[in-house]
Each structure stands twice: as structure tokens, then as C-alpha cells.
């Protein structure tokens, strides 16, 4: 079982930067691969990136590639997505997940509860 708790959203205005953090709970961590989701208001929850459990992978939508960045640090048992560029079409409600390998699609076991990015134009 793997429990996750997202932070770092906010309002931002367009251009600007934010840095999510996803703390992951258990001691095995580095033995998921690790991604995170958003849903726009109205919309179906989509991709956004994805790492391996070394770190060594990842992966990007289309849409944040050049702009987002997925890293993480098994020491501390957490996953950042830099976010740089922040347009308003990147609102919206941004989610953890955790998944047993990196596949493409990603397809997670595990969710974390969600937050709010607002950026404003």
C-alpha cells in the first residue's frame, strides 16, 4: 500500500513557475514508477509525466514537453514536477500516482488526493 499527498499548487499568472511535491509513504518507494495526472474543469483526467523508479526515465504529454519537468529523490520518498512557462490552458487540478512499472500509457494502482493549479492570464 502506498499513500501519497500531493502540495505545492497555487496561483501563478501566466509565464510564471510552480513546483509540485508528492510525498509517498512505505519503504519502498523507489520501486514505483511515479507520474502525475491533471483534470481540467469539464474534462477526463489526462497524462501529464511519468519517471521510473530510478529516475533514469521519463516521460512527457506533448503538451508540457520543453516546459514541465518530472524528477524525484528516493531518499526522501518524493516526486516534484517543475512546472515553468504556466499557461492558462495548465489549470487545473493536478494528481500524484504511483504504478509497479513505467509503461506508456502510464496505468497507476495509486492515487494521491489532488491540488489546485490556477494559472491566470
Known amino acids: 500500500q502506498v499513500q501519497l499527498g500531493e502540495s505545492g499548487g497555487g496561483l501563478v499568472q501566466a509565464g510564471g513557475s510552480l513546483r509540485l511535491s508528492c510525498a509517498a509513504s512505505?519503504?519502498?518507494?523507489?520501486?514505483?514508477?511515479m507520474g502525475w495526472f491533471r483534470q481540467a474543469p469539464g474534462k477526463e483526467r489526462s497524462f501529464v509525466a511519468a519517471?521510473?523508479?530510478?529516475?533514469?526515465?521519463?516521460y512527457y504529454a506533448d503538451s508540457v514537453k520543453g516546459r514541465f519537468t518530472i524528477s524525484r529523490d528516493n531518499a526522501k520518498n518524493t516526486v516534484y514536477l517543475q512546472m515553468n512557462s504556466l499557461k492558462s490552458e495548465d489549470t487545473a487540478v493536478y494528481y500524484c500516482?504511483?504504478?509497479?512499472?513505467?509503461?506508456?500509457?502510464?496505468?497507476?494502482?495509486?492515487w494521491g488526493q489532488g491540488t489546485q493549479v490556477t494559472v491566470s492570464s
Open positions: 500516482a504511483a504504478g509497479p512499472v513505467l509503461t506508456n500509457p502510464m496505468r497507476p494502482d495509486y
Open positions: 512505505g519503504r519502498t518507494f523507489s520501486m514505483y514508477a
Open positions: 519517471i521510473s523508479g530510478s529516475g533514469r526515465s521519463t
